[in-house]
């Protein structure tokens, strides 16, 4: 007994001395980094007072001496600024991507993976605008082509002005008839407006008051309103939509929702509810419409046509990006609308590019075991069929285990993240879960990693990686040592328990019996039908 505990007081001591190697080594880097901001400072002020001595000098001087002393000196300024906007990006602390140059075939390669045509098929016409409008600016596509497809889709809108715009740009010309088309179209707002402005502000007094918006509240307040003038309303409403006045659309199309009795205007009412809040980005309440819409879709209430019910669920998805990639929740949101049973068939079917926006999800998400599992047996599935970077990472990570292909992977969905329309917000936070996804894989396989050739894997310096290790280690579960004298990293191995395989064998039990009592419910009433 005393030898074991003699044993443990000997690992305690050595485990105590690595951690303060470790803190050390991290404050000498941190030192020198405040030392080199330190003289990067004194080598501007220097710089400056160099300036003033020679404009000083060149006042004296006659005008041609000084005007080629300005050119000169314009030429100096010009080094001078880059200079220090070079010194000034060296001195953050960050770890990104190492900068990437791609030739113009490798980026037409990876253009190849852009989705901004195939979005637009599964968008309402104004959400697909702006992707449009995103890959014009990355320059993506050829302007032309992105013009011809923008022109095609203002034209079955009311957004005159931006047509006529987008026009000359594509041909020359303008709209013909621009005035009377401007005229007619404000005419019809005037008459819409006044044809429901006794609704409205019957509508406007009830939600002052707080009390719920119907018809029995509308007598209460002697408003003598009808059904018809209900409809108009909803005439109204998408008039507005369509000249882009979204606020007063997503109004007016709240009121429709409480008033009317029809359930299929109900659902298109809620649609572009859901759409005005997405172009207004009021993130919450086109949650709270995303999750009505998949509860109606579900309830099988409203579409008895499994086509139109598969139709609903695709479009249902890709109008959710925009929501996910914007709302704090919506990485979680992603991964359980996406991994549910009937959506991952959807996706199987019809949109199996939407597993790019799931794996990004995934890797960017801590608890990403629960589901990765899942995840590589849907992209190894659907490999026959669509690929792209994030897929190939995956295969590669945690498929094939090719370690020196991973990197090139991981630089590749970097370029891709960059371009594209809902990703790009996210480009960083994917590399770093990549980064910690390469690391767990690889240390779960290797007992003694060097932190040389862990640096090359994860695209760092020696001492970036070093420091994003201790960090790692500290921040995290992960049970780990670093060797600074052999500048190795140990791992610490940790079998799992009986107990712990027994809660991750169950953790979708719940879920699974769920989906399995809903279907032999629905075979059940199928059989009673026939």
Known sequence: KKEKKEEKKEVKKEEKVEKKEAEKKVEKVEEKKVEKVEEKKSEEKKDKKNKKKSESEEKTQEPQKAEDGKKKKGGESK???????????????????????????????????????????????????????????????????????????????????????????????????????????????????????????????????????????????????????????????????????????????????????????????????????????????????????????????????????????????HWALFVFFNHPTGKVGIIELFMSERYLNAIQMVCPHLLRYLTIAVITSKPRKTVLKDLVKTIQQESYQYTDPFTQFVECLYVNFDFENVYLKLQECSAVLANDFFTIACQQEFVEGARLAIFETYCQIHSCVDLHMLADKLGLTFEEAERWIVDLIRNTKIDAKIDSQANHVIMMNKYPTVHGQVIEQTQNILYRTYFLASSLERLSAAQTSH
Request: glycine share 2%; aromatic share 8%.
């Open 79 to 317: 080094s001078n600024n880059a200079a220090s906007e070079e010194n000034k990006s060296s001195t953050k602390s960050v770890t990104p991507m190492a900068p990437i140059t791609l030739t113009p075939e490798q980026f037409a390669e990876l253009m190849k993976y852009d989705l901004t045509f195939v979005h637009s098929q599964y968008l309402d016409l104004h959400l697909a605008l702006p992707i449009i409008e995103f890959a014009e600016l990355h320059n993506i596509h050829p302007k032309e082509k992105l013009l011809k497809r923008k022109v095609e889709l203002l034209s079955k809108t009311n957004m005159i002005v931006f047509w006529d715009e987008e026009c000359k740009k594509l041909t020359g010309k303008g709209l013909p008839g621009l005035e009377k088309r401007k005229a007619d179209l404000v005419a019809l707002l005037d008459k819409f407006k006044s044809s429901t402005q006794q609704l409205v502000t019957a509508v406007q007094k009830l939600v002052e008051k707080g009390s719920e918006v119907s018809f029995e509240a509308l007598r209460n307040i002697k408003a003598n309103i009808n059904e018809a003038q209900v409809e108009t309303l909803l005439e109204y409403a998408q008039l507005l939509f369509s000249v882009s006045k979204y606020e007063s659309a997503a109004e007016y199309l709240l009121y429709y929702r409480q008033l009317t009795s029809n359930q299929e205007k109900k659902v298109g009412a809620i649609w572009g509810h859901f759409a005005s809040c997405i172009l207004t980005q009021v993130w919450d309440k086109a949650a709270e419409d995303l999750n009505l819409i998949k509860d109606l879709i579900d309830e099988k209430k409203l579409f008895t046509d499994p086509l139109v019910e598969l139709q609903q669920r695709v479009w249902l998805m």
